[in-house]
């Protein structure tokens, strides 16, 4: 690309955000209860293989199924899942934004902005709540409120339809490949901004990458 990524948030007429990842560092503690978990039974969870499903849900790629057929064992998933929810809130309590998030999304100022994410509203909006960002989107979407979630364009064209932009005018924020096909099936440009577990992902298809939301990073130019 000819401009910078601030640039093009710049010239968007609406910015929208994945969430898990990009927000809020939900994946690396979500990753870790695995990882832990295959570990307890005498298996290894590398991070390329778990990224299958980041973005997405476990109809793309399930560590539950992955797990059952390395070890031949059948798991009671509820208990299990329980677990690691108390492990993931307790690793998040006092979590903060990601780099570069807040100052991004506070000098937005009139232009339309949403949060699009694969994870339920329960999850998305008590985290922005609790982060006191919800009052700086104009909406959000999650799972159930389009019919298909990433890497399915729908939640994306939703957040389009509910801001009244249209989807060429939106500029996205991902951390994910099923993010980042999302966006661009839904006819969006991409910057693609990894974190500590997503950096194993190839973006060179993403139209801007960068390491981090700071404005010193959005602003880089090689």
Not at 21 to 28: F, N, S
Not at 63 to 68: A, I, Q, S, V
Not at 147 to 159: Q, S, T, V
């Amino acid at each position: 690309m000819n401009i910078t990524a601030q640039e093009a948030i710049d010239n968007a007429k609406a910015l929208l955000f994945d969430f898990d990842g990009v927000i809020l560092d939900t994946e690396w503690p979500i990753y870790m209860t695995w990882k832990n978990l295959f570990k307890r039974e005498g298996f290894e969870l590398a991070p390329e293989v778990y990224v299958q499903c980041i973005g997405s849900d476990f109809d793309t790629w399930s560590p539950e199924k992955y797990l059952e057929e390395l070890s031949g064992k059948t798991f009671d998933w509820k208990t299990e899942n329980a677990t690691r929810q108390v492990e993931i809130v307790q690793a998040l309590e006092k979590t903060e934004a990601m780099p570069g998030v807040n100052e991004l999304i506070k000098s937005l100022n009139n232009k339309k902005s949403a949060v699009v994410s694969s994870s339920s509203h329960n999850w998305v909006d008590s985290w922005l709540k609790k982060l006191n960002l919800t009052p700086y989107f104009n909406t959000v979407v999650c799972r159930g409120d389009a019919p298909r979630i990433k890497p399915a364009p729908d939640l994306y064209l939703e957040a389009a339809r509910q801001l009244e932009v249209a989807p060429c005018d939106c500029l996205v924020i991902e951390d994910s490949m099923n993010g980042m096909l999302s966006a661009h099936e839904a006819g969006m440009k991409v910057i693609a901004a990894p974190n500590k577990l997503t950096s194993v992902l190839d973006f060179s298809n993403a139209d801007w990458q960068v390491t981090s939301l700071k404005t010193s990073d959005l602003s880089y130019t090689k």
